[in-house]
Each structure stands twice: as structure tokens, then as C-alpha cells.
């Protein structure tokens, strides 16, 4: 007998997501993490980056059991609005928006701070009978047979299961564990993540600002303190990166207002900032014998277009559809063949895909800069290609 149906290594919102989903099907989970997850934003070590679920997710955050905590929560995002100043001075030149109203009835997606998502996806998990989470306790060997997988914990403890899923980021353990290697692209880039408040409304529109070191995005969230609020994502060269980080917050202040071109008037920081290392990377394979590799443990994309967990939701997506499809071949050899064969190829497009939109983002030769903004004016005009291009976004194509 098996302790567990399913052991899901890291608590992060992939991990946590991972184990409600599994478990409001009825599957018994132990869901392990070395370290606690931090749940307020103003605490130490608390994730202040935010998520932005596009429109597919809802239907599996709903399955999930989870969707009615967060939707309160949730800055709705309508418009997706692309800025290119990239000419002499820090003023668009070219804007253009995608509209979640010419393809769907409803928004592109939902944003929310990932604190509080980790917040929320506890709670939920705690109403699950046949779910377990060891915060503090993470996953340190593995060992595979046909029949079951072997789990050790990084407090001595050795268990059974059908199934490993590795949620456990981009430096995987149960990842090594298995022998499966990864391909790594490095860009020289890191991301400021921080929240702020700004006079002009948002109008829950996501704006990302191109010049170049990569794009400046602000993802709307609910108001703070009475003032219009949103999340960035600043991505810059690396020794840039860490610059910025480092300057004193009026300073800070003056050089997020020349970055953002000033369309949302003098933006006011509302967090502290936290640095994060940009990097592509995929796994060279996404699954071995009674282990499956999800979210970063099999993918690393830059942040650019909220692709990357809602790739990580649509390995959960397929790993449920197995699941339950079958039953009886929980992890096994079958199972675990299909889930390569359907989400690796998929990934490696995606993931290329979004390098050369960060290659793109980067570029500092005006000539190129102005190559940029001219392929995005041609993509904009032509109808069945901008709606071609939103609906790949949202993961119509291969089911991301």
C-alpha cells in the first residue's frame, strides 16, 4: 500500500495549486515545502511579485476549489496595451492595445499579488480532508520502481507514493533526483518586482513600456489607500537592475517617472523592491518513471506576456485530464508518456517564442529599436493577425 496517491514537491502558488487541484478530485496528497509559506505582503521574505491568470485558468482555478477565494481579490485586466519608446527621448511613439473584447466576452485575465494567492491556497487546502501539507519539511531523495515511487524528506522520513509532481522551482531537487537535465539561456537581466499608486487611473489596462534592457509593466491591482494601484515588472541589464535597486526612494521615484513615460503621472512606491534573475529554461524532459515535472521545475520564461504560470496551469491541466481519464494508471508508464508527448513540444515553442520577445525588449541600437516598433505596428494592423496573436496569449493553441 501506498501512503499517498500523489506527493507534490514545493508550496509555492504552482505547488499549492497543484495539491487543491489533485485533492478536490479525491486523490490523497502530502504537499512538502523547506520552508514556510509567507502569506502578508508586509512580512519578511514575502513574494511581492503578482500573477496575472489568463482567462483559461479560471475554469481550472474553479475546479480546484479555489477560484471563489481569490475572485474578491482580483484586478480584472481588459486591455493589453503595448508601448514602444524606444526613440531619442522617453515618450511613446508607438501604442497599441489588444482588446479581451474583440476576441471574448470577458477579461483577458485576473491579477493578483502572489502573497496573497499563497494566503488563500492554504485555506483552501485546509479544507480538504485528504490533503496534507508539511510546511518546513521538503523533499531530499527519490527512488522509482515500476509499481511506486520511493520519497525521503528532509526530516528522515521515507514514503510511499504513485506519483511525484515536482513544483519545486527552477533548481528542482526531485528534478536532479530523477536525472533530468535542463537547457538554460542567460540574458544578462534581472527583474525589479514592487508595487505603486499613481494618480492616473489604471483603467484596469496593462501597459507594458519597450525601450530597451527590457520591458517596464504595470498590471493593474485593486486600489491601495484609496489611490489607483499596480504591479511592475522592470527588467534592465543586470549591473542596471541592481542600480536601481539600490537608490534611495526619491531617487527611485524620478526614475520610475522617466520609464514610464509619465502616463500614469508621478508613480509612488508602495512595497519594497525585490530583485529576481531573468533566465529561459526547460527541462529535457518533462516527465521520468512515476515523476512529472510542472511549472518551474520544468520551465522558466522571462515575465513577459503572463505566460508563465499559466503554462505551469496548463501541465496541471493535462496531468488532471490522465489523472482522471484513468485512475488506475496513476504515474505509471502510460500516463507519464502521454503527458510528454502532449505538453514538452508545446513548452520548447512557447518558451522560444518568448526568448525572441525578450531578445526584442532588449535591444539599445536605435536602428533596431525602430525595427521593433515597426514590426509591432504591422503586427497590430492586420485584424486575423492580432486576434490570431491574442488568442495564442491566452493559450488557445496547444492548450497552455
Known amino acids: 500500500m501506498t501512503d499517498f496517491d500523489i506527493i507534490v514537491s514545493g508550496g509555492g502558488v504552482a505547488g499549492l495549486t497543484t495539491a487543491a487541484l489533485f485533492g478536490s478530485h479525491g486523490f490523497s496528497v502530502l504537499l512538502c515545502d523547506p520552508a514556510p509559506p509567507v502569506t502578508e505582503g508586509e512580512a519578511e521574505g514575502a513574494d511581492l511579485r503578482t500573477t496575472a491568470f489568463l482567462q483559461p485558468a479560471r475554469d481550472l482555478l474553479e475546479d480546484a476549489g479555489l477560484w471563489e477565494r481569490l475572485s474578491d481579490h482580483a484586478a480584472p485586466l481588459q486591455i493589453m496595451r503595448i508601448v514602444d519608446a524606444g526613440g531619442d527621448t522617453p515618450e511613446p511613439r508607438v501604442t497599441r492595445d489588444f482588446k479581451a473584447a474583440d476576441i471574448s466576452s470577458g477579461p483577458f ?9 499563497r494566503r488563500e491556497m492554504v485555506a483552501r487546502l485546509a479544507d480538504l480532508p485528504n490533503v496534507e501539507f508539511r510546511p518546513g519539511t521538503g523533499t531530499a531523495t527519490l527512488l522509482t520502481r515500476e509499481r511506486e515511487a520511493l520519497v525521503g524528506l528532509s526530516d528522515g522520513t521515507r514514503l510511499r507514493t504513485k506519483l511525484v509532481i515536482a513544483a519545486d522551482g527552477r533548481n528542482s531537487p526531485m528534478r536532479e533526483a530523477a536525472g533530468i537535465t535542463t537547457r538554460t539561456t542567460r540574458y544578462g537581466q534581472k527583474a525589479l518586482a514592487f508595487a505603486v499608486t499613481h494618480p492616473i487611473p489604471h483603467d484596469n489596462v496593462s501597459t507594458e513600456i519597450h525601450r530597451s534592457g527590457g520591458p517596464f509593466t504595470l498590471v493593474p491591482l485593486p486600489d491601495r489607500d484609496g489611490r489607483p494601484c499596480s504591479a511592475v515588472v522592470w527588467m534592465e541589464d543586470g549591473p542596471e537592475a541592481l542600480r536601481l535597486s539600490r537608490l534611495p526612494v526619491e531617487d527611485f521615484e524620478a526614475a520610475m517617472m522617466d520609464r514610464s513615460c509619465g502616463l500614469f503621472g508621478p508613480l509612488t512606491l508602495a512595497t519594497r523592491r525585490s530583485v529576481w534573475p531573468i533566465i529561459t529554461q526547460v527541462a529535457d524532459r518533462m516527465a521520468g518513471e512515476r515523476i512529472a515535472l510542472v511549472a518551474e521545475a520544468a520551465h522558466v520564461v522571462p515575465p513577459i506576456g503572463a505566460q508563465g504560470l499559466n503554462m505551469s496551469l496548463g501541465d496541471l491541466r493535462c496531468l488532471r485530464d490522465l489523472a482522471i481519464a484513468n485512475p488506475g494508471d496513476l504515474g505509471g508508464r502510460a500516463m507519464l508518456d502521454a503527458y510528454e508527448k502532449r505538453r514538452h ?39 486575423p493577425v492580432r486576434k490570431m496573436l491574442m488568442q495564442m496569449g491566452l493559450g488557445a493553441k496547444g492548450g497552455a
Do not use: M, T
Open 109 to 117: 485575465g485576473w491579477n493578483l499579488p502572489n502573497w496573497l494567492l
Open 345 to 383: 513540444p508545446e513548452v520548447k515553442i512557447r518558451a522560444a517564442g518568448i526568448d525572441a520577445l525578450n531578445r526584442a525588449s532588449q535591444l539599445h541600437a536605435r536602428p533596431l529599436r525602430d525595427l521593433r516598433a515597426a514590426g509591432l505596428s504591422a503586427l497590430y494592423g492586420a485584424a
